[in-house]
């Protein structure tokens, strides 16, 4: 085993030892699990009243339009689990990150580590590992609760299109917080104070979430994390077109928020991204700066701090 | 642990673990530590003026000094935890700045005020060092440790439940998990109650007697006067005084050790000048 994976395995350990971990992987599933709940019942509910209204034009010998159900994107069914992802998903890997560092730095265990043989390169790849596993496992989670909703909704006919676009979503939400993650880890490495990185990069994920959305199109916080009005168009005038154009490729939430739709197929026709550069392009970019960050940061870590002694 | 097997079988007295390409490239003429012009400063303000000094393999070598005076500088450099501003350094006779990992592998290290992981038992503990440290069988070496320590009824115990004493003896055993050529141990005795800081005595003796080489802060002149043989003070960024214990000793009881150690550290200025 290498010491990047050493690291790695360790701190995961640690963190699976760590209640606010438990309790926010925890908190992040259930809201995942009402997320599939209140789309399987409403599909339900609109199953059962297209169920009376067949049988009441089937008896009164009119045509039975088609099951609107069946007519409409099976994926759209999920449309809540984008906000979710963006904010508990988001926020989690923001604490993950966070505690990656501080685990060892309230252990006092960082001049244990940096006075054993191995390149400082890999303490700080290890974490990044860490991290990276924890945020895939989070959508994993996702992803299983996502799909078993999904077989269990009468009406619902999955073709292998629909399953590659929930795992292109999974994957665009896995990079959305990891990079959030990587934010924290960075953060925490450079400021010695126990909850800087936690403030620092929780400050970056408001303005992020809903500070961008209204200045690029007066989307007010409240609409922010609904799946569908964050999707509202910019509004026509000078200040929210130029806004849009300036800001829009830095405003990843909106971003996520788009390709969510895209993805899912609940996006509103013709809407398109904000600003000039589309959300494929502005995530990927943002989660390999946020790693360089990272990497940077970890690599800064002052291994003699940390313990009581600080 | 068995000693007489492990006398003949590694050259500080304990099995050695350390892998052998690590092993083969030790210098053993040459000083255990061995500094030229080694300081530090921060932004510009000497932690550390340079600093000149040998300490030959096997030696005990108590560090004194007051709070401040630059001791764990001198020991976060030497494990190379710090980077120098001036001078070098060999440490089991590889340089700490050019041949870091070959030092690393050498060395064990005990902080001040070592805590480990609360939620982690002992032996998960200090299996993760050991692996860190290339250990080849973890397993092996953790229970040889524990066991050379007197701790093992420690060993399935959350570190967390510890008392300092206890705490300071498993922070001790990662130290020398993977039998380290030179051992630095950073204000041991902080903390302790007597009866720790007897424990702890009588390791450092057991481990003085298998070889290793011992680099010691302390506050304890009573400590240096029964565990080191040389000592050196340090006194505002400066060595002040650097003798084996046999000479101090031929010339002062333990009691006029505290003179010397106040009156060296009361001239470190005009020293200094």
Not at chain 1, 87 to 103: C, H, K, R, T, Y
Not at chain 1, 194 to 209: D, F, K, M, N, Q
Not at chain 2, 39 to 66: I, M, N, Q, R
Not at chain 2, 81 to 97: E, K, Q
């Amino acid at each position: 085993m290498t010491a990047s994976q050493l690291i790695a395995r360790q701190s995961l350990a640690g963190l699976a030892r760590d209640r606010s971990v438990l309790i926010l992987t925890t908190f992040f599933a259930a809201m995942v699990l009402v997320t599939a709940w209140l789309g399987w019942s409403a599909t339900n509910t609109v199953n059962a009243i297209y169920a009376d209204a067949a049988q009441y034009l089937t008896a009164s010998a009119q045509p039975v339009p088609p099951n609107p159900v069946s007519q409409s994107a099976p994926l759209a069914v999920l449309r809540n689990l984008g906000v979710y992802i963006s904010l508990i998903g988001a926020f989690g890997a923001i604490v993950i990150g966070q505690l990656l560092i501080e685990i060892d730095r309230r252990a006092g265990t960082l001049p244990l580590i940096g006075a054993r043989p191995f390149d400082r390169r890999d303490f700080t790849f290890g974490k990044m590992r860490a991290l990276v596993t924890v945020t895939g496992a989070m959508m994993a989670i996702a992803g299983v609760i996502s799909v078993a909703t999904l077989f269990t909704i009468p009406s619902l006919v999955l073709g292998l299109s629909d399953l590659l676009h929930l795992a292109l979503f999974l994957v665009a939400g896995w990079a959305y917080i990891t990079i959030f993650g990587f934010m924290a880890l960075g953060a925490a490495a450079r400021m010695s104070a126990t909850a800087g990185g936690l403030i620092a990069a929780t400050v970056v994920w408001l303005v992020v979430t809903f500070v961008l959305p209204e200045l690029t199109a007066n989307v007010h916080p409240t609409a922010a994390i609904n799946p569908v009005s964050t999707l509202a168009g910019t509004p026509d005038s000078g200040f929210f077109h130029l806004m849009s154009w300036v800001l829009g490729p830095f405003s990843l939430a909106e971003g996520f928020a788009w390709a969510s739709g895209d993805l899912l197929s609940f996006l509103p026709d013709g809407l398109a991204p904000r600003g000039p550069v589309p959300p494929a392009v502005t995530l990927p970019v943002a989660l390999i700066l946020a790693g360089l960050f990272a990497v940077r940061s970890v690599a800064k870590l002052d291994l003699n701090a940390g313990g009581p002694d600080v | 642990m068995n000693i007489a097997h492990e006398t003949s079988a590694a050259p500080n007295g304990l099995r050695d673990r350390r892998p052998k390409e690590r092993t083969n490239a030790m210098t053993t003429a040459l000083p255990s530590v061995s500094t030229s012009g080694l300081g530090k400063s921060y932004d510009g303000a000497p932690a550390l003026h340079p600093l000149t000094l040998d300490v030959p393999k096997g030696e005990v070598f108590g560090f004194l000094g007051h709070n401040g005076a630059g001791k764990t500088t001198t020991i976060r450099l030497l494990t190379t935890l710090l980077a120098p501003t001036t001078g070098t350094a060999r440490v089991a006779g590889h340089d700490i700045a050019s041949d870091p990992l070959r030092v690393r592998a050498a060395i064990g290290y005990l902080p001040e005020n070592v805590r480990l992981y609360d939620r982690f038992t002992t032996r998960e503990n200090l299996t993760f060092f050991a692996r860190l440290s290339g250990v080849a069988n973890p397993a092996d070496a953790v229970d040889e440790t524990l066991d050379f320590l007197d701790i093992t009824p420690l060993t399935d115990r959350r570190v967390g439940t510890f008392s300092k004493g206890m705490r300071q003896r498993v922070g001790l055993a990662q130290a020398i998990l993977h039998r380290p050529e030179v051992l630095f141990l950073d204000e041991p005795t902080s903390g302790l109650d007597p009866m720790g800081v007897r424990q702890l005595r009588e390791i450092v003796e057991k481990l003085h007697d298998r070889g290793m080489t011992i680099f010691m802060n302390t506050h304890l002149l009573s400590e240096v006067a029964r565990s080191c043989t040389s000592i050196g003070v340090l006194a505002h960024g400066r060595l002040v005084f650097h003798d084996s214990m046999q000479a101090v000793t031929d010339k002062y009881d333990e009691r006029s050790l505290e003179d010397l150690y106040v009156g060296v550290a009361e001239r470190a200025p005009q020293v200094a000048a």
